[in-house]
């Protein structure tokens, strides 16, 4: 379902309430806190991070402090892992390929 949100050409505009939101519910309790909802929180972002590239980057450091924070540094370094293309991408590279991805078609 993500995909296609994600696919959608206005979602960019809500990103950062999306990605708040999840990151409310990480800081949420450890007690009430699951294995699989946080997995599924972190495959989110995974996907939001593949469809937005670039446009996503200013969110990465913002995910880490917060995995770190809450003590999950195992899902940091999948999410890291997941990342690192978005993070070590040349700059003109990203800009060209977020034009490809919002000019129609």
Not at 33 to 39: A, K, L, S
Not at 72 to 78: G, H, I, N, T, V
């Amino acid at each position: 379902m993500i995909n296609r949100l994600v696919a959608c050409p206005t979602f960019r505009e809500h990103t950062a309430q999306v990605v708040h939101q999840l990151l409310r519910v990480l800081a949420s309790p450890t007690s009430e806190r699951e294995t699989g909802m946080i997995g599924s929180i972190i495959g989110s972002f995974i996907i939001i991070a593949q469809g937005l590239t670039s446009d996503f980057a200013p969110y990465i450091s913002l995910i880490n402090k917060a995995l770190k924070r809450n003590r999950l540094e195992d899902f940091s370094k999948a999410f890291d892992q997941q990342v690192m293309s978005i993070t070590k991408m040349d700059p003109i590279e990203a800009f060209e390929l977020n034009l490809e991805k919002s000019t129609p078609s």
